[in-house]
């Protein structure tokens, strides 16, 4: 006999409802998570490998910062996300960019995707560090498609 999901689970050492919007949110970043390893898994450079996992790392310390059990530095996270952008930005973006030319990129493209759900679902999020997540997850999404189009010409 199939036993009855009780639709809770534990956050901050609560029981919880699963319908809370933060679980929505903590299910996104997950999910960009395990987009960015499989981006991480097709990539060949180990230098871009080693930029993936390093946005891997702050993805699961504002995941410890959402579940309440880690403290983190978003203005710093966001300053080094608008570096990595004047970095990558060398080349201008004529047109929209196509998913598909190779694997690494069609992943990033994918990681964006989720990226701007994450942001919107943010938007409605009630906690004091609102308008600092939403800026990091939009300066990601955007690095994330310069990224991409960096891929594209590989």
């Not at 891997?56 to 530095?73: E, H, P, R, Y």
């Amino acid at each position: 006999m199939l036993k009855k999901d009780p639709s809770f689970t534990f956050l901050k050492g609560k029981k919880q409802k699963k319908s809370k919007p933060v679980f929505g949110i903590l299910g996104d970043l997950d999910e960009l998570l395990a987009v960015l390893g499989l981006t991480k898994a097709f990539a060949i450079s180990k230098n871009f490998k080693k930029q993936i996992t390093f946005l891997q790392d702050d993805l699961v310390a504002i995941g410890g910062f959402l579940s309440g059990v880690k403290k983190i530095d978003l203005p710093e996270k966001i300053n080094f996300l608008e570096e990595k952008i004047k970095v990558t930005d060398k080349f201008s973006i004529k047109a929209f960019s196509r998913p598909g030319i190779n694997k690494t990129s069609a992943w990033l493209h994918l990681a964006r995707t989720v990226c701007r759900r994450l942001e919107r679902k943010l938007v409605s999020f009630k906690t004091s560090q609102k308008l600092l997540l939403v800026s990091y997850f939009n300066r990601l999404s955007f690095l994330l498609f310069l990224l991409a189009c960096q891929q594209e010409k590989k």
